[in-house]
């Protein structure tokens, strides 16, 4: 196969997917290689500005390391995330929607009884998080694991302060024998994605900002139920319209009520989806 053209191409390199032994893997990289050809037609690409695509791919490798994921943030700001969310996580009404996951959760968190203050040091105002985890059926889900994590006053987690060697504002919990929860922690704040690389530049070029709506992070996994991947966001909050990865759902907004003392006060009740035969 030789003297391929812009317009013969296309169908060479398909062509050379043909023996893949996955179906899926070939279905995959067809419509992947179909779309970036035709991507490259539409927008008619230079080798400069190709070229300026491979260092910035380039540069999101450089900065990637066990504590900043800059290939997670690139599908994030692009919406893949949030779509990719969407397409696979249809559920009957009234469970509770999944959002994105985003790059800081920490497997093997510790593990607090109900109650427990799992601010372990991270700074912000003292906040009491409490609901009930059921299943679609309105049934208890008695003893569900959940796993949370939440950024301090400055916006940070605790894995992004090179200083923290301990986990901070993140935990595990299993839920009562009636499916309820509650645990102490601090006020969520509304924080700027990590902008200081190629997909800060990005946001840059594009004339975006880089905010993300005040939200705690959770993850709730039980036997039967599909796992659920969440968020709950605050219902005060600027940027609920125009969250930086796409994430907002309006069913996961939640009054975050001020208590006497100043903390606060925040209630969420989770309903999983049975998992699927
Ligand atoms: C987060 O909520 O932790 C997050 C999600 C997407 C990109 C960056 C951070
Ligand atoms: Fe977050």
């Given amino acids: 196969m030789r003297n391929l053209d812009r317009n013969t191409i296309t169908e060479a390199v398909l062509a050379r997917h043909a023996a893949a032994a996955d179906p899926r893997f070939k279905h995959i990289m067809t419509s992947l290689v179909n779309h970036l050809h ?12 190709w070229f300026k695509g491979i260092e910035f791919l380039t540069r999101c490798g450089h900065i990637t390391d066990d504590r900043r994921q800059e290939f997670i943030l690139l599908s994030d700001v692009l919406g893949l ?19 994105v996951f985003g790059p800081f959760h920490v497997e093997g968190a510790p593990h607090y009884e109900l109650g427990a203050d799992i601010a372990n ?19 208890a889900v008695p003893g569900a694991h959940i796993d949370v ?33 509650h645990f102490r922690s601090i006020l969520a704040v ?19 900002h880089p905010w993300r709506p005040a939200h705690l992070h959770f993850m709730i ?12 966001f605050r219902s005060d909050d600027a940027y609920l319209d125009s969250d930086a990865v796409f994430g907002v759902r309006q069913s996961l907004v939640a009054d975050w009520k001020p208590q006497p003392d ?4 925040v209630e969420y009740d989770f309903v999983l989806n049975p998992s699927r035969p």
């Fill in 38 to 49: 035709a991507f490259a037609r539409e927008v008619e690409l230079t080798e400069e500005e």
């Fill in 81 to 99: 995330s949030m779509l990719t969310v969407a397409m696979n996580n249809d559920k009957p009404a009234g469970c509770t929607e999944a959002t």
């Fill in 121 to 139: 040091g991270a700074r912000g105002i003292p906040c009491l998080v409490r609901g009930t985890v059921r299943g679609a059926a309105g049934e």
């Fill in 149 to 181: 994590w939440q950024s301090d006053e400055e916006g940070l987690y605790d894995v992004q302060h090179a200083e923290i060697d301990h986990a901070q504002a993140r935990g595990t919990f299993n839920a009562d024998a009636k499916g309820g929860y």
């Fill in 190 to 208: 509304p924080y700027a994605i990590p902008h200081d690389g190629p997909v800060g530049d990005l946001l840059k070029a594009a004339g975006r």
């Fill in 221 to 232: 996994k039980a036997e039967g139920y599909e796992t659920l991947i969440t968020h709950v």
């Fill in 262 to 265: 100043g903390s606060y006060l």
